[in-house]
């Protein structure tokens, strides 16, 4: 039947088996977002050496420092190993318009690829009607064969009882041999179509296999196609890039906490090698995308936009005409 070599042509498609992949590089992909909210541990380290120290012999504290007491000298060479662990507070939803953005786009992905598959139903009409086409036209063919066997015994009996000349009687067995030769045309065309067919479903078919016609269907003016919901999986995606504007000129707010150790420590005083820590809440706001390239990226998402619109309207007006 003809809704089974959908199926079947469905189910043989190689590209098919895209539809897990997108579904995997989607959850792994929500996955890495989502890690924006776990706190983020950083290391780094470093060693420097400057020209110039904070001096205590020339700041004067030597006149009201005892004699006896060595005032601390700090070192040229300094160095420090940091870890720190920042945590997210406030985003202003950055992280969970990425995770939207990663599922928008899967599911653009898996309506293309229904886009693809739906093609096939084209394919698979193509054989399945062209055998069915051919079954008619071999049925006419043998007709046409009765037909000029018919004639050419009774113009064998005319020819027989002298009533009629051999070359009408040759005319018609060169048209029987012609006849002859279209079923042969014909019959190869159709083992070639259900060789096509049966390597599109999968199946083994030949030339006893039974076509089902299928049943009339009446046309509705509801259309009901993939590529409608690809048109709106785009402008999904459009809407979440807009948002995602939006966020660029939200503060953000994190907490943070920073171990460290080196020379010198905070503690200037102190020129020896010592852990030091420090922590608290950082507060950061772009105002710049307020007045830069914010409102141009508006437009283009706009036109972006105004072109699946556009892309939409020319498929439905397509598809109106094939109805």
Not at 64 to 73: E, F, Q, Y
Not at 164 to 175: H, I, M, P, Q, V
Request: glycine share 4%.
């Amino acid at each position: 039947a003809l809704d089974d070599c959908y199926t079947l042509a469905r189910q043989n498609y190689p590209v098919i088996k895209q539809r897990s992949l997108i579904q995997k590089t989607r959850d792994f992909s929500v996955a890495n977002a989502a890690k924006g909210y776990l706190p983020q541990l950083s290391v780094s380290g470093q060693a420097t050496y400057q020209n110039q120290t904070v001096d205590f012999s020339e700041t004067g504290l030597g006149a009201i420092v005892p004699p006896t007491v060595t005032l601390p000298k700090i070192s040229k060479d300094q160095y420090k190993i940091t870890g720190q662990i920042d945590q997210v507070i406030y985003d202003g939803g950055a992280i969970h318009y990425a995770q939207e953005a990663r599922r928008t786009d899967a599911d653009t992905q898996e309506q293309s690829l229904e886009v693809s598959l739906y093609a096939l139903r084209d394919r698979v009409n193509q054989l399945f009607f062209g055998v069915a086409l051919i079954d008619e036209q071999l049925k006419l063919a043998n007709l046409r064969k009765a037909d000029i066997q018919s004639g050419a015994d009774k113009m064998q009996g005319a020819l027989t009882n002298g009533t009629a000349f051999r070359s009408s009687l040759n005319e018609l067995k060169a048209e029987l041999i012609r006849a002859d030769q279209l079923a042969t045309e014909l019959k190869a065309a159709r083992r070639a179509y259900v060789t096509m067919l049966g390597a599109l479903i999968n199946q083994p078919l030949d030339d006893n296999t039974v076509f089902i016609k299928p049943q009339p269907v009446t046309l509705s003016s509801q259309i009901n196609r993939p590529e409608l919901s690809l048109y709106e999986s785009q402008k999904r995606i459009v809407d979440i890039q807009e948002k995602q504007l939006r966020v660029a000129y939200r503060p953000k707010v994190s907490a943070f906490f920073q171990e460290n150790y080196g020379r010198p420590t905070f503690n200037i005083l102190n020129n020896s090698f010592d852990f030091f820590w420090i922590g608290g809440v950082r507060f950061n706001w772009a105002l710049s995308s307020l007045y830069t390239s914010r409102k141009n990226d508006v437009q283009l998402l706009t036109i972006s936009r105004q072109s699946i619109d556009v892309q939409r309207e020319k498929f439905l007006f397509t598809t109106n005409l094939s109805l």
